[in-house]
Structures are given as C-alpha cells and as structure tokens.
C-alpha cells in the first residue's frame, strides 16, 4: 500500500502516478516548464454514427456515456435519441435511450442486437433494460463488488420535467441503477436530494469513496462575493453508491471578473462538469468549455474540450489556464448531412471515456453538427488518441542546459519500483535520487551514484541500481524523487509500482 501527500492522504494499492499536468505531485521545479499536448483525432471519425431512419439512434448518437475497457473488449453505453418531431423545443420532453455498443480495438464499433426493449415494434436494437431511459447515463464498473448483481453501477438523469426556466422549479431527479452484465439494469434509488438543477456528467470512485458530478447553475449555485455565473462544476462524494449527502462541492468554475465595462462574467461556462478518470491518487478531468455568444443565442453557442486535474476528487484546476484539451475543427465534416457552408457553431461534449490500453490514451467525445444548443442538431462520437498519458510533459526551458525536479513526499508499505514514462534526445540524461523530508538529505544508498541515468526513451521505464538491478523504493520511509535532468528530455509521467507486476 503506498501513501501520496500530494493534499491529502491518499492511500491506494495498485501504482501511484506523478503526472507532469500534477502540480501537486511534482510541486517543484528549476529550469523546467510545462508543454500541453494535444490528441490526435481518429481519421475516420466519427467511429461510432448516429443510426439510419427507424432505429434508436437515428437522431443522435451521444456520448453522454461510458467506455470501459474489460476482459480485453471496449465497451461502451451512450444516449440514442430517435428521430424527434420538429416542433419539439426545450419545452418538451426529449427522447433519450441507453444504448450499447462494443469494439476489440476502440475504432470499429458493432451495435449489437440485444433482443431486450422493443423499440419500433422489434427488439432487435441494442437498447439496453433500463426503466424509463434517461440521459448522461454514468456506468462504474466494480468487478470485487460483494453483490455480483451489482458489478456494474450507473446513474443517470430518470427524465426531463417540463421545462419551465432557469429556477428552482425545474426538477431533475438522479437515478441510481445497478447491473450484473450491464446490459440489464436494476433502479436502487432516486436521491431526490441530488436533482437540484443537475445535469449529471460524472460517476468515479476515489480514495474509496463514490463522486458524483455535474454542472449547476444560478439560482442554486453561489460563487464567492455573489458572482455572477452560468453553468458550474459541482461534485458530491459518499461511502455509498445508494446513499448521498446534501451538500456537495463547487469543484470548478470559469466566471470571472473581467475588464469589460458594466460586466462581471465573460460568458464562459462549465458545460457538463467534468468527465472524470480516477488514477488512484489522482482524478484527470475533460470538461465543456462553453463560449456564450454576445447576444446570448443558443443557436450560436459553441463548445470545446478543456483539461483539468484533482488530488483531492473534489477540487479541480488547470495545469495551463484556458487550454484547449480539443478544438473544433475536423468534426465539422462528421455528420451525413454536414454542409461545406455549415458554421463552427459546433458542440463537443467530453464523456466518462478514458481508457489506457499498451501505449496509448484513448478518448472518446461527442460532437453536435452546425447549430448550437438546440435540439434539431445531430451527434456522433469520436475518437482521440495520445501517448500514454501524455497529456503534457515537463521540458527544459528553452535558454537552459540542465534543470530539476522534486516530487510531493511518499511512504511505501510495499515493495515497488520506479518507472520513467519519457522521452530522450541526442546527448540527454536523467539521473535520480531520492531525498529526506525538507529535500537538503540524500536518503543513504539512493544517491545519483547509486543509481543508473536514465538515457533511453520509453513508456514505461525501469529505473535501476548502479549493479543493472531494478531499483527498489524504501519501505517505511518518507521520502521525494529528485531527477536531474540535461538535455532534449520530455518527462511525461512517473510511477511508483511493484517492479515484478506489470500493470499495462
């Protein structure tokens, strides 16, 4: 069991990830900055399409949804939504689905015929059992669950009440579904305390204990000062999936005060909270960066994707303020009915959808056709790829020859090892060495000279002894890693895990 203090105690058993987008585990630097990096968008996207006339998707196909990646297969629950009357508006219910789909490689997706909701008169759709349907459906999967009837936890948005504004009128009521397969879904409660103007993004589970997230906006949410505000991040955490308290975290926001005459806000807004990725002791979150045209108009808003990171699952920042996770551009050519003289007045919409398989970060989104926020535009998913949590790297600065780095303090109650996830040019070398509590001490025996440079590129390499052995980290003491870095080096992660286990 190892130990982070990144904020608080974070004890976990699996690895622990120092991410270089992690200002908190790597809080100190010299001669280094921070380089962001962006995906790499799948050349057929978009890699799952809404349906053809007559089936559940036909309208739109949402990743308001999940991909997990279990016993070697993706798989993946999102929001089909059927063909809809044109004179539906934000004043009627909308149609909203969960439907399934599965892929061996994350790019070719199959809808399989489930044979469990008649939709149409057939059941063969892959609509999966769940009463009522819903929206922003969240899937947890949790394999060691002591009730194999509720492996799979999901909760979603029950309906849409009938839209009457902005107030506290407006009733959400999140459902709290569980599954054995997660194809058929049992309800276990409707926490009505949890419907305050929420529309639910995000289900993780951190330091043991159940998050759940969302955006809220004004009334129900107060900013610091009484600022004003749209759509806000928010977060509630429990011990148990059935049972949730009243009060939950304002986790992130984007209003500010601004130079603009006679304005307080900027227009920019959290859509959807964050999708949330927990790596153990730390949560990676993509969020809806929401631009809110001068004139208000839903028909001209437009969304891209922004990166935010968590030690604590609660509270959430930008490693680079006002960065661009994905941008809108090849989505605007996705749909079958995409026009060259369609607007950028697009949506992308992040799902719960991070998955890590060999060597690379998969990510899959949403994307709106032209329109804005309004329901006669379509959707289809897409994929995105990185280096393996190469979400950003530290790198000299560009006048520096060499420069440092220290860690948070860790304690070890096993085994494990060290692991480098970089990248190294011509003549570059990191050398390692870990250091007592206030970083003036060398912990005996874990010197530079005891331990080799490491000069090789890698996604996961060892570090190791002077002797070639792999390095093993000291148990029952506090200690950070200091790594000296010379030369072209991109540092994009490190992980302390047991050296004889891998873990990819």
């Known amino acids: 069991m190892y130990k982070s203090y990144a904020r608080n105690e974070i004890v976990f058993e699996d690895e622990l990830v120092l991410l270089a987008i992690d200002d908190h585990s790597i809080p100190a630097t010299r001669n280094l900055h921070l380089q962001m990096e962006r995906p790499v968008k799948h050349a057929t996207n978009p890699v799952v399409r809404r349906g053809s006339k007559g089936q559940p998707d036909a309208h739109r196909a949402s990743l308001f949804g999940t991909v997990l990646y279990i016993d070697g297969k993706f798989r993946m629950w999102y929001n089909a939504s059927p063909e809809i009357d044109a004179s539906i508006t934000l004043n009627d219910d909308f149609p909203a689905l969960i439907a399934y789909a599965e892929s061996s490689d994350g790019v070719n997706w199959e809808k399989p015929n489930l044979g469990l909701v008649e939709f149409n008169g057939s059941k063969a759709n892959n609509l ?155 949560c990676i979150g993509v969020y809806g960066q929401w631009h809110t045209p001068e004139d208000g108009s839903e028909a001209q808003v437009a969304v891209d994707l922004g990166l935010v990171v968590s030690n604590d699952g609660l509270h959430f920042r930008e490693p680079a303020p006002g960065y661009s996770f994905l941008e809108r551009d090849q989505e605007k050519g996705w749909d079958r009915e995409a026009s060259a003289e369609d607007g950028d007045n697009i949506l992308l919409v992040q799902g719960n959808a991070f998955v890590n398989v060999n060597d690379k970060t998969y990510f899959w989104y949403t994307a709106s056709t032209a329109g804005g926020n309004l329901l006669s535009v379509h959707e289809n998913i897409g994929l995105a790829t990185l280096r393996r949590d190469g979400f950003g790297y530290l790198s000299l600065t560009p006048e520096a020859q060499e420069g440092s780095l220290a860690t948070c303090l860790i304690e070890l109650e096993q085994r494990a090892g060290l692991y480098l996830n970089v990248d190294t040019g011509i003549d570059s070398e990191i050398k390692v060495e870990l250091v007592r509590e206030g970083g003036l001490a060398t912990v005996p025996g874990y010197g530079v000279a005891d331990i080799l440079p490491v000069i090789d590129s890698g996604i996961r390499s060892c570090v190791s002894r002077s002797n070639g052995k792999p390095l093993e980290l000291p148990v029952g003491t506090k200690f950070a890693i200091r790594l000296h870095i010379r030369g072209p080096v991109k540092l994009y992660a490190m992980y302390i895990a047991n050296p004889f286990k891998s873990t990819m």
């Open 128 to 282: 999966v059992e769940i009463d009522g349907g819903g929206i922003f459906c969240c899937v947890l999967y949790e394999p060691e669950a002591d009730d194999p009837e509720q492996m799979y936890k999901m909760v979603l948005e029950k309906f849409y009440s009938r839209f009457t504004g902005w107030t506290t009128e407006r009733e959400r009521i999140t459902g709290f579904f569980t599954s054995p397969d997660g194809l058929r879904w049992k309800e276990i409660s409707d926490n009505r305390l949890i419907c305050q103007q929420l529309e639910v993004s995000t289900l993780y589970k951190f330091n043991h204990q159940y998050y759940l997230g969302g955006h809220q906006y004004r009334p129900t949410v107060a900013l610091p000062e009484s600022l004003d505000c749209g759509r806000v991040m928010v977060t509630w955490r429990s011990e148990r999936f059935d049972a949730w308290p009243e009060e939950r975290a304002i986790s992130f926001y984007k209003p500010m005060r601004t130079s603009k005459p006679g304005s307080s806000w900027d227009g920019e807004e959290v859509h959807m909270g964050a999708a949330v990725w927990s790596r153990g002791n730390v």
